[in-house]
């Protein structure tokens, strides 16, 4: 019950009250001394009464000598003789029943019962009960006493913080933008991967703004009622224009905004509705009026073109992943409440996370400080951070797995002709740490460090990642002269990597420099950007005898050098099955030249 409806009833029985105190009290003005029955038929027969009003067994009697009694009698056939004999005048009511108030509680008392059970039976199920609730937004307003998300705790989304700001300062003080005539977007679209920080954005906005944040998520307006998005898309709105100024985010809009007659069947009316629900909301309100949506997806590709016009969600801003600097700086945000050993270099880890989000870097710490804790460390140190950069990358070490001698023989030599490859090829990144625990799907694992973040890569370079990729099942060959399974990995990779460099980086002798393929990595920036083949079958016979040709070389040239080193790859295999894992002071003593 809220308080309104308390006070209501309050209210209520307070007049109730009144109204039977004054009822007390008018009859109370003319209450008569009571007489008892035989004395007052002693006084009829002996004159002394003027006149009765008698009203059911309730008999009222003014007396000669100007007093009134009043007494009550019993079915008494002889009153009525006595009474016409005494001479006094009489007077009849009919019986008056009970008071008003009394008698309307009786007939309207159960029907106002009945509405009142409804009444909060119905709010019970809407504040409780999902399915009861289904027209109402869900919007979670973020609490204004916590503490405020600002961009502060936003790191390596410089570009995207610059877009922002404009909004940021339209949310301050939407009266000022409106007399200078300014155009604020009313929408804006926030595209990037996972992790990246667009919610931890859209709340610095807020934040930084110092104004009210409704969030919801794309799939809370996909329920399974036809109807209910719709409604729900109405009352954010709606709550909206009551709290101006105010910021609505839309997470993961592509569960709503996915282009429309894309579905198979009748299932997708419910999210058409929606979604043309939300154009509406969007058409139907000014941006004068101090609310601005954001929206996030990661799928910017399947959103409904729509959305993206004029007067919607036409400002986009990408939020990419962040590059070495900005990982940095993501780790010292994520740092500052950990213990770290002196000598804990975030650069160096930010230079072994390459595509690494925001989140997974989070989550990379969380795991150093739990990793840390569990060796009772006072602190954390890099090597916690490395152990957590693998288990985050790779998925928890498998130390438990049975790998027999053969397998911890053959995976040795396998990583061992990675590195060795890596070691030995001058453009290569350097080789950072080399293990054979087996952790997530591999059954071991070599690092590299790159140098820097590198925005154009050499053909050269590139060349050597394949040469490396390839130095594990190299190094099988010459060893065991049979494959096993566990080099499926890098065949892949090292064939979507020549794949790029034949079709999107010309670096193909043959094909010479043209873009055949746009590359799908970016699918996240728009619909426009996805690969569609724009060549023949004899181009794709020509691209897939170049891209066989790059990892065959690759593969060749590995083996050479291995070949060439067969002692140390001898020496490097021997010891990672001795200690398991090896790194960069361990090659240094095994090739003092590299
Ligand atoms: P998205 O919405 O893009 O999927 P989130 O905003 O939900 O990503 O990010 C999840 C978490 O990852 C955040 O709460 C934050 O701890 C961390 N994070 C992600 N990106 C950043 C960033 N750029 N700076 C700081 N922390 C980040
Ligand atoms: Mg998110
Ligand atoms: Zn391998």
Redesign the pocket.
């Given at each position: 019950m809220n308080q309104r409806n308390r006070n209501f009833l309050v209210g209520l029985i307070l007049v109730g009250l009144a109204i039977v105190l004054m009822n007390s009290i008018s009859s109370q003005k003319t209450a008569p001394k009571e007489m008892v029955y035989s004395e007052f038929l002693r006084q009829l027969r002996e004159g002394k009464v003027s006149a009765v009003v008698m009203e059911e067994q309730r008999i009222e009697a003014d007396m000669k000598d100007g007093t009134q009694v009043v007494s009550y009698a019993p079915e008494d056939k002889n009153l009525l003789v006595v009474l016409r004999s005494s001479g006094a005048k009489i007077t009849v009511r009919p019986d008056q029943g009970p008071p008003w108030y009394v008698s309307l509680l009786i007939h309207w008392g159960p029907i106002l019962l009945i509405i009142g059970v409804w009444i909060f039976v119905m709010r019970r199920m809407q504040s409780g009960n999902r399915m009861f609730n289904v027209g109402k937004s869900k919007a979670r307003r973020m609490d204004e006493t916590t503490k405020r998300t600002t961009f502060a705790?936003?790191?390596?989304?410089e570009e995207a913080k610059e877009e922002l700001v404009e909004i940021i300062q339209f949310l301050k003080d939407p009266t000022k933008f409106k007399k200078l005539g300014g155009k604020i977007p009313k929408g804006v679209l926030m595209l990037?991967p996972?992790?990246?920080?667009?919610?931890?954005?859209a709340k610095a906005v807020a934040g930084e703004a110092e104004v009210p944040f409704y969030s919801i998520s794309g799939s809370d307006f996909v329920e399974m009622f036809v109807g209910v998005g719709a409604s729900r898309v109405r009352d954010l709105f709606e709550e909206g224009r009551k709290n101006t100024p105010c910021l609505l985010f839309i997470?993961e809009i592509d569960a709503v905004g996915r282009h429309r007659g894309a579905g198979l069947g009748s299932g997708h009316d419910e999210r058409e509705q929606t979604l043309n629900q939300l154009l509406v909301e969007m058409d139907g309100f000014d941006s004068g009026e101090g609310v601005i949506v954001i929206a996030?997806t990661?799928r910017g590709d399947v959103l409904d073109p729509a959305l993206l016009r004029p007067g919607r969600f036409d400002r986009q801003v990408v939020?990419p992943l962040?590059d070495v600097k900005?990982r940095e700086q993501?780790l010292a945000?994520?740092s500052s409440h950990v213990k770290l050993a002196e000598n804990t270099e975030l650069l160096k880890i930010a230079k072994g996370t390459p595509g690494f989000?925001?989140?997974d870097?989070?989550n990379l710490v969380n795991e150093g400080a739990l990793y840390a804790a569990r060796h009772n460390k006072d602190s954390v140190e890099l090597s916690d951070r490395e152990w957590a950069r693998d288990k985050v990358m790779m998925g928890p070490e498998r130390r438990s797995m049975l790998m027999s001698e053969e397998e911890k023989r053959n995976t040795a030599y396998h990583e061992a002709g990675h590195a060795l490859v890596g070691i030995l090829t001058p453009k290569s990144d350097p080789v950072h740490k080399v293990t054979i625990i087996p952790r997530g799907m591999a059954l071991g694992l070599t690092s590299f460090l790159p140098n820097e973040e590198m925005h154009s890569q050499e053909k050269e370079y590139l060349l050597a990642r394949i040469a490396v990729a390839m130095g594990g099942r190299a190094a099988e060959d010459l060893i065991f002269g049979e494959f096993t399974t566990g080099a499926s990995g890098d065949i892949q990779s090292a064939t979507q990597l020549a794949r790029r460099m034949v079709c999107q980086y010309g670096m193909s002798e043959v094909l010479g420099p043209v873009m055949l393929d746009k590359g799908e990595q970016q699918h996240f920036l728009g619909r426009d950007i996805g690969s569609d083949r724009q060549y023949g079958e004899a181009t794709a016979e020509v691209i897939d005898q170049e891209v066989a040709q790059m990892v065959k070389s690759g593969y060749l040239k590995a083996k050479e050098l291995l070949a060439t080193n067969l002692e140390k790859l001898h020496q490097m295999a021997k010891m990672l099955i001795e200690k398991e894992t090896i790194s960069q002071e361990d090659f240094q003593s095994l090739m003092p030249s590299a």
């Open positions: 705790d936003v790191a390596g989304v990037g996972p992790g990246t920080g667009k919610t931890l954005l997470d996030a990661n939020v962040p900005g993501i945000i994520h989000s925001g989140a870097l989070h």
